[in-house]
Structure formats: C-alpha cells, structure tokens
Nanobody
Framework: QVQLVESGGGLVQAGGSLRLSCAAS????????MGWYRQAPGKQREWVAL???????HYADSVKGRFTISIDNAKNTVYLQMNSLKPEDTAVYSC????????????WGQGTQVTVSS
C-alpha cells in the first residue's frame, strides 16, 4: 500500500516562507510525477504545481515566481518552497503522485494546513 505524508505546514506572516514536504512510501516501482494542490475554505481545490520524475516543472499562474517545486527521486519526496507568502495562499495543501506499483494509480496525501496572516 502506498502512502503520501505531508509535513511543513504552519502559521506564517505575510511575506514569509514555508517549505512543504511530501514523502511517498510503500512498494513503489516508479513515480511519474508528484504535485501539489490546495483548497481554501469555501473554495474549490486548486492545482498549484507539478514536477515530473525527469525534473520538468509546471506552476499555476498564481504562484509562479514565488513557489518552487523540487523532487528527490532517491527519497520519493517532493518539496514545495513557498516564498513571499500572501494571505490568499492560506489553504490546506495536499500532494498527489502518479505511482506505479503493480498498476499505475494516483495517490493523495492527507493535507497540511498553511495559514498566512496579514
């Protein structure tokens, strides 16, 4: 069974930084991509960023230039470095990944709260 576990959320003032981590564990043959989504109270879930195992990155316009996604393939871990945080970045951040075990599926973490105070 594959599990994704996020860490690194918390409370930060506007303009500050946080680094989120998401580690995949279990019987993993390969990971095609890992990514981050977020959901603010009363809003739909929003895609934030994605990185392939080869290192290609993609970002939502709302975070481009402020957030950086990276991956450590040896540790099956994805990171999201968030700089210049704004109150509108407040949300529950969840990671997902397309992982090949005996089949290929998309897995989700449980989420970590990020709160940015003004």
């Amino acid at each position: 069974q594959v599990q994704l576990v996020e860490s690194g959320g918390g409370l930060v003032q506007a303009g500050g930084s946080l680094r989120l981590s998401c580690a995949a564990s279990g019987v993993i043959r390969s990971i095609n991509y890992m990514g981050w989504y977020r959901q603010a109270p009363g809003k739909q879930r929003e895609w934030v960023a994605l990185i392939t195992s080869g290192g290609n990155t993609h970002y939502a316009d709302s975070v481009k230039g402020r957030f950086t996604i990276s991956i450590d393939n040896a540790k099956n871990t994805v990171y999201l470095q968030m700089n210049s945080l704004k109150p509108e970045d407040t949300a529950v951040y969840s990671c997902n990944a397309e992982i090949r075990t005996w089949s290929t599926q998309i897995y989700w973490g449980q989420g970590t709260q990020v709160t940015v105070s003004s």
